[in-house]
């Protein structure tokens, strides 16, 4: 198969075309999600993958990347905010249950754990898949997250579709019966962000405690003021905690 692949398709989850991007030949599968407004190529024109080469290169890592649909109904403003919570659930379980079996195909087997990164509010939806389906979801690396985007929006109350979708939400209510915690337990979240422009490290240690609280291994990684809230940083992040996971 080629190094660079992208597949489309009509999702009736999310009543739009989505697409579906591959980089690499072998390795773990990394899902990573773009940021707000972003589609399934954001990552290769901000030059990530050309910094992942090495590790695309020595078939360590394959990399996925689908369009942001929740996100650009966010960036958008797209319907009310009750429309927006709906999509973004909807955009979860679009990820679940077309893009994993998607990735599988492409592997050729189910039996492989799937890693997820993003940055922004990309960092959201790779916790929050994790959070929310451990089962498939086993690492996930959210860079200069934001965990809970209402307050963009200006409101304090959620529907059942934001609740479901937010591990900032839902993690604290996981009952001690439920089997994705004791899934979630055996999974690792590591939260990494700059203390400079643009950068809010607070959002990184509130999703931290929750994770904490409920007995989930995580850890948050600050770079320090000296790295903002832009391409730049994450280009750096993502290389190195993916050399690092691999070579473990």
């Known amino acids: 198969m080629s190094l660079h692949e ?69 960036f958008a403003q797209e319907g009310d905010l009750g429309h927006r919570m709906w999509v973004m659930n909807q955009f979860q379980q679009y990820v679940r249950h077309e893009v994993v079996p998607a990735i599988y195909a492409d592997c050729r087997t189910d039996t492989l754990p799937i890693w997820t990164a993003g940055a922004s509010i990309g960092a959201l939806h790779a916790v929050a898949m994790v959070c929310r389906f451990p089962d498939v979801f086993h690492r996930a690396l959210g860079m200069s997250g934001t965990y809970d985007i209402l307050r963009f929006a200006g409101a304090d109350r959620f529907t059942h579709d934001y609740f479901v979708s937010t591990p900032l939400r839902f993690v604290p209510e996981l009952s001690e019966e439920d089997p994705r915690l004791a899934l979630l337990r055996q999974r690792f979240v590591l939260l990494a962000s700059g203390e400079g422009r643009a950068e809010a490290i607070q959002e990184s240690w509130n999703m931290a405690k929750v994770l904490g609280e409920r007995r989930v291994p995580n850890w948050v990684d600050s770079w320090g003021p000296s790295w903002h809230h832009d391409w730049e940083t994450w280009r750096e992040m993502l290389p190195k905690y993916l050399a690092e996971w691999t070579s473990q």
């Open 6 to 74: 992208t597949s489309t398709w009509y999702s009736h989850r999310v009543k739009r075309e989505v697409r579906l991007s591959r980089w690499g030949h072998f390795g773990v599968p990394v899902l990573v999600f773009p940021t707000a407004g972003g589609d399934s190529e954001e990552i290769e024109r901000w030059q990530m993958i050309r910094a992942l080469a090495p590790l695309l290169g020595a078939g360590r890592v394959k990399i996925y990347s689908c369009d942001s649909v929740a996100g650009q109904a966010w």
